[in-house]
């Protein structure tokens, strides 16, 4: 409770900064209004020729996810059942709190599919792997383009998230091949049955890392979803009238999902306003242009993906309440977790 508390301040005080400049040394107030709020409200209207554009980007991105989940899954699945659950997962993610949708959706496909959690999960975790790897070969392509220079302030930042990417890239080959070597090894010593269940299982949802093509497969598809996203946040920023917004678009996304990789984090609002708003300053935005920025494409993210999801959810006939930590699914995921987790090695 106390850390929900405490990550809920962080977040508040993250999100201010979007529309305020902290002041703690004065003189003056703690809080110092970046632009006038009257202006800003009167100008938003203004920002509706990138944020239409932005909001049906950001809806496509959950067909596009149902496409490159397929590419991990050794299980035919059919669209329309990997759409939904997709879509499920995304309405989780952005209307609840917790960033727990992909977790969520990969709980419903073994239900719905009879395939063991962890197995699904892992697969869900390559997805989200060459996600981010697609993204940073997408933001490493714009730092040559034409706008490099205006790109180039970012480049720290940038070398720490390609060298985050390689090495997560590089664990994962190293479970998804040697899980089950140690598995073997561990069964023919009679010990510890239920880590040799687990590496069981991780070994088969990781499974399309073991190889070189495997990997490749879900790159190619992990494009569709990056790109989605790149050209939304790029079309943004050109809206805002930043010089080579279009091609910064990549970099802003790459800010975005490493201030948000971790899941059940409380802060995650205020780390993406802090994120976004900042990197618009950066680019030369004004603060009021910057803050806007911030704020319409969260709501736009939100309402597209949730609107989405909230279809769905509709459609499966599945209640809000349900999906809420400690809702009958919730519950219905950690014990598959923990039945997992014990079951006895396969022979």
Partial sequence: MLFVVLGTLFSLVLLSTAFFRWNPRGPGPLLVPRFSFADFLGDLPGHLVWLIPFVLLQGSVI????????????????????YHL?????????????KLGDILRAFLLSRTERIPFLLCLGTVAVCKLMEFAALMLVVSLSLL?????????????????????????????????????????????????????FLHHVSDGLGSARSFGGMAKVLFFSAGPVLASVLAYGLALQGLAIPGGLFAGAVVLGAISLGQALPGVPAGMGLYYFVTSWAARSLGSSPEDAAAFATLTHLGTVLSQAGVGAVSVYVRKIRIRDLRKGGSLAREAAQHVAHESVEPART
């Fill in 86 to 98: 997709v879509a499920i997962g995304a309405f989780a993610h952005n209307v609840l709190p917790g």
């Fill in 145 to 197: 383009g034409p706008f490099g220079d205006t790109l180039s302030r970012f480049q720290g930042q940038l070398q720490v998230a390609v060298f985050l990417c390689v090495g997560l890239v590089v664990l994962v080959v190293l479970l998804a091949r040697g899980a089950t070597p140690l598995a073997a090894w561990l069964h023919r010593r009679h010990r510890f049955p239920r880590l040799e269940g």
């Fill in 63 to 82: 067909p596009l996810r149902a496409v490159q989940w397929q590419s991990t899954l050794r299980k035919r699945v059919p669209f329309r059942e990997r």
